[in-house]
């Protein structure tokens, strides 16, 4: 029953969202098409990330391939084709970085998915260069920023659903005993790789397309441009602060950052870095478990007070996330 | 040719090597992942530059007064920052994702006040460029002195943790945290000081590397990076392994734009740096896991 | 030297803060209206930051104080209005980019729109421009597609010519060296994998091969390299009299020293965007002298004398010696405009077009929306950067050649 009116209440919202280019001039449907766009990101990063605890940095890999599939197509194949090749790319290379990055954990994997992101940059580069003599890309697709922004928030809502249904499923149920303890995972059985690579390609191909559907709007494309790195930290960031392994968390980041970045930039261009920066900062002291991590403290008042500083969070942070997971 | 591009190489890899020490002893010791330490090298470049274009003094006697800034800088930053974190997560992969977020707020922080003060603007001078002869080859007098600088803190610093009680005390901090305590060992101050030796370390970096290289307020995310290529590759919070990583990645870019193509440099750079942690999964000296 | 910009900005947007204040508080009809709203987005942060702090934002700075002081942007009626700026960072992102530019226009409904700074920026925003009307005065893109940029969009306006004017400009003159027994008919070429350097050396290599020249060496390398120790030991190697480097600032300054540490002299130096940087003349000194590259200014003309003056003297800092100019003269152009036509950004694109007008870079007239009488190649000699090619313009400087020994 929970469910269903879970279900209700998130089709109205998607629905409500879809209709709003109707309403809204270019400046609120760009707003929308930033934020759907990081909402997404951050949602697929999430998914595998959260999810297995491997953090990554390869999205803006995987962005960048998408638009540069896009870039290098668009005047060749029809554009739903497109849409499918780029993440036909995008699922082959993460099929191949899962099966090589098995071995990694902790803080070499990090370093390891931004080492794999600048790699791909610099291929691209060189093939450009070298093989096609070229570098810069253009796009002319006649697509508007409101059809940018209803692929977008298609895209956004499968990503959700099927983060929904990983949860629910039986590898949700193994990826929890994995970020748990995968000595414990491997010896019930579960295969640990097989989830983890399963996981990491759904989330990868996910933020594949984010990158094909945006690129349009840039009109010109270059490796620079569409493999900047920011776009990895910033969906990190994004998904850590809102609480990247639960369904809503990383939207819960995306959503208030997104609108504080714009909001910081536009009133205090030459002040934009610090006042991000201390914000950061208070944020990571005052919210230690994410948004998420608030709302359910607030959500459930019995629970001791830890809000000082949350000097005695994790404890209780553990107790809290297993309740609501069981 | 083949002895010119050694050396070249080799010169490279020891200033790709000094930037990364601090890093990895950052890292190692206090075991936060510091996002804005390249912020700290640029903040000492900045601090080079200022001490060489409007003082005229020598940046390397800046050495004098930027190092100590870099530990004191260091310190309170461990102090004011990390400390409370360390202290709340009682470390594991919670400390590890809070210190991302919280250097990430710092080097936002650190490069808005550079931004501010200095503009956005390239910033280069020249100092001690003129070829120095080794073995045939030429080399700038300004790289030298780095590769020079990064062997003698890469061998002072390894003395000193192998050799003294007190690196003793700083190593076993960062092989058990948890129990370094129980042999009279006070762990917090342990990695307090071992992140302001880092912050010290970067310092001597920044002054360095703003002789022979130009720098904006913003170009601190790429030593970041690079030191985090280089110490992850060498294994975290290992001096040795630093320093061989760092050579490693100078010469595969030398060699590779001497006898490939110059358009594969940082390509054949990052295919190393992956294809050697497939083979060893934590970097080259690093231990293995579990 | 920069904290006296600093606060002079600051002053200047306290000044505009009030503006906007008191045009909210006033009913702003057409003919009441207080201010003209001019909007730009500008890469502050971020790794485009240095390209747009030194080329772009300090002329926008520099031309909207003096706009300001002198009563404000003139009227075809005569009567003058103040500008108020409206500015965003796009922090080196083309979505935020985009996004600014549609917040300019859609939101903020400002008057005219000055553009991003770069090449792939100026082409992110033009859809954009296009759509909503304003016309596009891009400065910072040097590009060989302006004709075709001008029948897609048809009020953009491309100032700083492409890739091919200063290939055949520079093969010209290394031509006239040759024939006269100054250089070897031999160029080595490195050029920077990113937009400028390809467009670069793609239009080079036809133009060296038209002059007869023979191409020796031509390698790209990844932007953020820093050792060239193994591309001059190349070209040194190669037998050529000319070095060229399509590179980016970092490079540039890296060429120039390393060159000087492995006592590599070739007969012509011609090194890319930096160069032309105030900062390039007083590092290197007397080592400056001779190298070349794009742009240069013609030292006897007084009003770009007096423009570089003015600029150190607001701004704090000299003006670069390739884009600054063409960048305040975008400006005085609009300015010109909207004093004949008015705010009506149709008719003020027609004028831009069509009109002639009087800039620091004396009589400018666009021809099919571009500027073609530019300053294609330069040369520092004595202290300046001066302007040695096209050589058949009035104003140029004959090149020195072969460039003298390092110091």
Same mark, same amino acid.
């Given at each position: 029953m929970k469910t269903i009116i879970g279900f209700a209440v998130a089709a109205i919202a998607f629905g409500l969202l879809a209709l709003a280019p109707f309403y809204l001039d270019a400046y609120g449907i760009g707003l929308l098409i930033g934020m759907t766009g990081y909402v997404t990101l951050a949602s697929a990063w999430g998914l595998f990330s959260g999810r297995t605890?491997?953090?990554? !940095?390869a999205t803006v890999a995987f962005f960048g391939i998408g638009a540069y599939a896009v870039a290098a197509l668009n005047e060749t194949l029809p554009y739903p084709v497109i849409l499918l090749v780029a993440a036909g790319i995008g699922l082959v290379v993460a099929l191949i970085v899962g099966l090589a990055t098995l071995r990694l954990a902790g803080v070499y994997f990090v370093i390891f998915t931004f080492g794999l992101a600048e790699l791909i940059r610099q291929l691209v580069t060189w093939f450009e260069t070298t093989? +096609?003599? +070229?570098l810069g890309r253009y796009i002319f697709l006649p697509l508007g920023p409101e059809h940018i922004y209803w692929q977008l928030l298609a895209l956004c809502a499968v990503t959700l659903l099927i983060t929904w249904w990983v949860d629910r499923s039986r590898l949700g149920m193994a990826l929890r005993v994995i970020a748990d303890d995968e000595v414990v995972a491997s010896h019930i059985g579960i295969d640990i790789a097989r989830t983890k690579i399963a996981l990491f390609v759904i989330s990868a191909v996910l933020i594949t397309l984010v990158g094909a559907i945006q690129a349009p709007r840039w009109t010109y494309v270059e490796p620079a441009i569409v493999f900047n790195p920011t776009v990895s930290f910033l969906t990190l960031i994004m998904a850590l602060l809102g609480g &990247? &392994?639960? !369904?809503?968390g990383p939207a819960l980041g995306a959503i208030p950052l997104f609108i504080l970045f714009e909001w910081l930039s536009a009133n205090f261009p030459n002040h934009y870095s610090i006042l991000l920066g201390l914000l950061f900062i208070v944020i990571v002291f005052l919210l230690p478990r994410g948004v998420v991590g608030l709302l359910e403290r607030l959500r459930a008042p019995s629970a001791p007070l830890d809000q000082a500083a949350g000097t005695s969070a994790p404890a209780q942070g553990k107790a809290a996330s297993q309740e609501v997971r069981g | 040719m083949l002895t010119t591009t050694l050396i070249a190489g080799l010169v490279l890899g020891g200033t790709y090597a000094l930037v990364a020490m601090g890093l990895t002893i950052q890292y190692g010791i206090a075991r936060t992942m510091n996002l804005a330490y390249g912020e700290t090298i640029i903040a000492a470049a900045f601090g080079a530059y200022l001490i060489h274009n409007t003082l005229g003094v020598s940046p390397i006697l800046g050495l004098v007064l930027l190092a100590p800034a870099g530990f004191a800088f260091s310190w309170i930053v461990y102090g004011l920052l990390m400390r409370p974190l360390v202290r709340r997560s009682k470390g594991g992969a919670v400390l590890e994702i809070d210190s991302i977020l919280a250097t990430f707020g710092l080097l936002f922080v650190i490069q808005g006040v550079m931004l501010v003060g200095f503009g956005g603007n390239y910033i280069s001078y020249n100092y001690m460029n003129f070829g120095v002869d080794i073995f045939g080859a030429t080399v700038a007098a300004n790289r030298l002195l780095a590769f020079v600088l990064a062997l003698v803190i890469g061998g002072g610093l390894y003395l000193l943790l192998t050799r003294t009680r007190w690196g003793t005390a700083l190593r076993a901090v960062s092989v058990a945290p948890e129990s370094a305590p129980l042999v009279g060992i006070d762990a917090d101050r342990a990695a307090r000081f071992g992140f302001a030796l880092g912050g010290a370390l970067a310092a001597c970096g920044g002054v360095v590397v703003s002789m022979y290289q130009t720098f904006t307020a913003s170009s601190g995310v790429i030593f970041t990076m690079k030191a985090l290529i280089v110490v992850i590759m060498g294994g975290v919070g290992n001096l040795a392994g630093a320093l061989s990583a760092g050579l490693i990645l100078g010469l595969v870019e030398t060699f590779v734009a001497s006898y490939v193509s110059p358009g594969l440099t940082l390509a054949a750079v990052y295919l190393i740096f992956l294809a050697i942690l497939l083979w060893r999964p934590t970097g080259l000296f690093g231990k293995a896991r579990r | 030297m920069t904290t006296v910009t600093r606060r002079r900005a600051l002053r200047y947007f306290g000044v505009s803060v009030a503006i906007a204040a008191a045009s909210f508080a006033m009913p702003t009809s057409a003919q009441e209206r207080t201010s003209i709203r001019i909007g730009y987005a500008i890469s502050k942060t971020g790794p485009n930051s240095g390209g747009a702090g030194i080329t772009t934002l300090p002329n926008y700075q520099l031309w909207v104080k003096d706009v300001n002081d002198a009563g404000g942007l003139e009227l075809p009626d005569g009567s003058k209005l103040p500008i108020e700026v409206i500015e965003y960072d796009d922090r080196s992102s083309a979505e935020e980019v985009v996004r600014a530019v549609e917040r300019l226009a859609a939101?903020?409904?400002?008057d005219f729109i000055l553009p991003p700074w770069g090449t792939g920026f100026n082409l992110a925003v033009a859809p954009l421009f296009d759509r909503f009307g304003y016309p596009q005065l891009a400065v910072s893109a040097v590009t060989d597609k302006a004709p075709e940029f001008v029948q897609r969009w048809k009020k953009s306006y491309w100032l700083l010519g492409g890739g091919h004017d200063y290939t055949n400009a520079l093969a010209g003159l290394l031509s006239k060296a040759a024939e006269a027994g100054e250089i070897n008919k031999k160029v080595a070429m490195i050029s920077v994998a990113d937009g400028f350097g390809i467009d670069l050396v793609t239009a080079a290599r036809p133009s060296f091969q038209e002059a007869g020249f023979e191409i020796v060496y031509d390698v790209t390398y990844p932007a953020g390299?820093?050792?060239f120790t193994p591309m001059i030991n190349e070209a040194t190697g190669s037998g050529a009299d000319s070095f060229i480097a399509f590179s980016y600032p970092p490079e540039t300054f890296a060429i120039t020293q390393q060159a000087q540490v492995a006592k590599f002299n070739p007969k012509v130096l011609y090194l890319g965007v930096g160069t032309g940087f105030p900062a390039y003349g007083a590092n290197n000194g007397e080592n400056a002298e001779g190298i070349m590259s794009l742009g240069g200014i013609d030292p006897n003309n007084a009003e770009n004398a007096a423009y570089r003056k003015r600029h150190e003297e607001v701004v704090g800092q000299a003006p670069d010696l390739w884009g600054s100019v063409v960048t305040y003269n975008s400006l005085q152009m609009l300015q010109q405009a909207i004093q004949r036509r008015g705010l009506d950004k149709e008719a003020v694109a027609d004028e831009l077009s069509n009109g002639t007008f009087q800039t620091v870079l004396g009589e400018v007239k666009l021809e099919d929306n571009q500027?073609?009488?530019?300053?294609?190649g330069g040369q520092w000699q004595n202290g300046q950067f001066v302007a040695v090619a096209p050589v058949d313009r009035e104003g140029a400087a004959p090149a020195i050649l072969p460039k003298p020994e390092w110091k």
């Open positions: 605890g491997y953090v990554s !940095l093989v +096609t003599g +070229t &990247a &392994a639960r !369904l809503w | - | 939101q903020d409904k400002v390299t820093t050792d500027l073609r009488k530019l300053w294609f």
